[in-house]
């Protein structure tokens, strides 16, 4: 028991006096150290080779290595743009959906007389929905009332102001062209006569787009109005009452106007596309799945 | 930067590449919820309005 205490009491001490006693030889003799340094740097030469190097090569690398990651970044960033933002608004189209559709149903029934709507709903809310059967059968985007960026980013916008659908004046509606869920992307696809079909809580109006129909012409149409232009970012007359009349004209017919960016991934200017009411409004109560024009292609 | 960051990876290569591919999809996931998100209404190439 001693023995072994005083072993381990031995050992203790032996290990304590150990640990000053490897300072120490350090100490007196700094000059022997590093000579060791020195043989131990060329021994392993290669691996320490590195961290010597010279300042600028070290820079240079590292300025190498930043510029990688920027365009990294930036890559990921169009990605993001033309790919994801189109997922998340994937989702976001679907609850919008919804939630228009509960509330089209908790309105109760249809009236067979349609009225046009005369409230637009707060900015942020769903407005209506849109068709454009040429972009395809299945195409539709539920359109919120407001064209800030966190409206366009859940859908197609409505201008505030502009008429609502159904009624006289000009239904303005902004779309992203790329991203977002790209809704305006194939808009200069719109050929003259074309159905815009703007569907809402009791029934659906039916704009053709303009032009010339007889040549297929959609930058002209007899009444001055094109069916498509391309205008400067500052040209607000487009979405005046009369499409390119002044902003406090009276109304003159029941016009829609579509505006997305142009050309695609650019800012520069607008591409405009200019419809026309067609007939009066259809009732849901007479056409629940939708007026002929759904099924034109 | 980057031979920094795998030198201070701790564990043997199989580790320090799981780590790795680890700290990556971290920093997409930051750039693709948080920064892009934040960044993109600043940008001016996504405008689709016409206004005065």
């Given amino acids: ?297 | 930067m980057y031979g920094w960051i795998w030198r201070h990876l701790p564990g043997p290569t199989a580790s320090k590449a799981a780590l790795a591919l680890v700290l990556v999809l971290a920093v997409v996931a930051l750039l693709l919820f948080v920064v892009f998100p934040w960044v993109e209404p600043r940008l001016p190439f996504n405008d689709v309005t016409v206004d005065r």
Avoid at chain 1, 19 to 29: G, K, L, Q, T
Avoid at chain 1, 99 to 118: F, K, N, S, Y
Avoid at chain 1, 275 to 280: E, F, N, Q, R, S
Wanted: glycine content about 10%; some cysteine; proline content about 11%.
């Fill in chain 1, 1 to 297: 028991m001693t023995d072994a205490r005083r072993e381990l009491e031995l050992d203790q001490t032996q290990r304590i006096a150990r640990v000053p006693a490897v300072p120490p030889p350090r100490r007196p003799a700094p000059i022997p150290a590093a000579e060791d340094d020195a043989t131990g740097d060329l021994g392993a030469e290669p691996r320490r080779r590195r961290p010597r190097a010279p300042r600028w090569r070290a820079a240079m690398h590292g300025a190498g290595e930043l510029l990688v990651t920027v365009g990294l970044v930036a890559l990921l960033f169009v990605g993001y743009e033309v790919y994801v933002t189109d997922l998340l608004n994937g989702r976001q189209q679907d609850q919008l959906s919804q939630q228009i559709h509960e509330r089209w149903a908790d309105a109760g029934p249809v009236p067979t007389a349609l009225a046009p709507m005369t409230v637009a709903p707060a900015v942020g809310q769903p407005l209506a929905v849109l068709h454009l059967p040429r972009l395809g059968a299945d195409y539709q985007r539920v359109v919120l009332e407001g064209t800030a960026e966190e409206q366009l980013a859940d859908g197609p916008g409505h201008y505030v102001g502009t008429a609502l659908p159904g009624q006289p004046g000009n239904l303005a509606l902004a779309g992203h062209r790329v991203g977002k869920g790209s809704p305006f992307l194939e808009l200069d696809r719109l050929r003259p006569g074309d159905p815009i079909v703007v569907e809402t809580a009791q029934g659906w109006y039916v704009y053709r787009v303009l032009g010339d129909r007889r040549t297929g012409d959609v930058t002209t149409d007899p009444s001055g109005i094109p069916g498509q232009q391309i205008v400067r970012p500052t040209d607000v007359s487009v979405i005046s009452p009369v499409p390119g009349g002044p902003a406090t004209a009276a109304p003159a017919g029941s016009y829609l106007t579509l505006t997305t960016c142009h050309p695609r991934y650019s800012a520069r200017q607008r591409l405009i596309v200019h419809a026309v009411l067609d007939g009066a409004g259809i009732s849901k109560a007479d056409a629940p799945d939708g007026p002929p024009a759904l099924q034109e292609r």
